[in-house]
C-alpha cells in the first residue's frame, strides 16, 4: 500500500524553466492537496480538490496550477519557475465521505529555482 | 480569521527531561479540530494526534500527553522522558469542521541532546 507518492523527490530548475510535480494516491480519498514548507513560515496551502474536476485555491495559489482529472492524480505546475518559487512541497489527501479529517502526507518534493 | 502560533522556534533538552510544546489557536468557529504532526530528520510529516473542539479531555498516549483548554485557546502537547528519537519538528494545525483548510503554525524544532 503506497499511501501518497510524490515525485520528483528533488529538483533544480532555472528561473522561467516550467515543470509538473507529481503526486498520486492509491487510498481512494476524494481531498488532495499542495503544500509548500518555508523556513519560519510553516506549511502553507497552494491549492486543493475534493474531487475530479474540482479544484480551489489555497492561502498561496499564485504562480501554481493545479487540475483534477482523476480520484489517483493531483499534479502541481509552475508554469515560469521563478527563486521565490524554492520550497519543500507537500502534497497531503483526506477522505470526505468517512469524515476522517486528518491528513496524510507524501513524502515532499524539494524545489530550487536559481 | 484564523491563526495557530508556535511561539517556540527551537527548543533543547537533555534526554529524559519533560518538555512542552506550546500551541496557542485562534477562531471564532464553534466546531473544529486540532492537530498536532511530527516531522523527523527525515523530512516526512506524521500525524500524532486530532481533537475537536467538543473534546477537552486530556490525551496520553505512552510519553505524550496533550492538554486543550478552550479557555486559554491553547492545545500543548508534553513529552514526558524525552529520548533523542523524538528531536523532530513539531507542528501545531487547525481545521474548521465543514471546510477543507488546514492552518498550520510555524512549528518548533525540538533538539533531544543525549
Known amino acids: 500500500n503506497a499511501g501518497v507518492t510524490q515525485t520528483p523527490k528533488f529538483q533544480v530548475l532555472k528561473t522561467g524553466q516550467s515543470m509538473t510535480l507529481q503526486c498520486a494516491q492509491d487510498m481512494n480519498h476524494e481531498y488532495m492537496s499542495w503544500y509548500r514548507q518555508d523556513p519560519g513560515m510553516g506549511l502553507r496551502l497552494i491549492h486543493y480538490s475534493v474531487g475530479a474536476g474540482i479544484t480551489d485555491q489555497g492561502e498561496v495559489p499564485n504562480g501554481y496550477n493545479v487540475s483534477r482529472s482523476t480520484t489517483e492524480d493531483f499534479p502541481l505546475r509552475l508554469l515560469s519557475a521563478a527563486p521565490s518559487q524554492t520550497s519543500v512541497y507537500f502534497c497531503a489527501t483526506r477522505s470526505v465521505s468517512t469524515g476522517a479529517n486528518v491528513l496524510t502526507f507524501g513524502a515532499g518534493s524539494r524545489l530550487t529555482v536559481l | 480569521a484564523q491563526k495557530v502560533t508556535q511561539a517556540q522556534t527551537e527548543i533543547s533538552v537533555v534526554e529524559k527531561e519533560d518538555v512542552t510544546l506550546d500551541c496557542v489557536y485562534e477562531t471564532r468557529d464553534t466546531t473544529y479540530y486540532l492537530f498536532w504532526y511530527k516531522q523527523p530528520p527525515s523530512g516526512e510529516l506524521v500525524f500524532l494526534i486530532r481533537?475537536?473542539?467538543?473534546?477537552?479531555q486530556n490525551e496520553i498516549s505512552g510519553r505524550y500527553s496533550w492538554n486543550f483548554q478552550k479557555s486559554t485557546s491553547s492545545f500543548n502537547f508534553t513529552i514526558t522522558a524525552s529520548q533523542v528519537v523524538d528531536s523532530a519538528v513539531y507542528f501545531c494545525a487547525q481545521s474548521t469542521s465543514g471546510t477543507y483548510k488546514y492552518i498550520f503554525g510555524t512549528g518548533t524544532r525540538l533538539k533531544v541532546l543525549a
Open positions: 481533537r475537536n473542539s467538543f473534546d477537552e
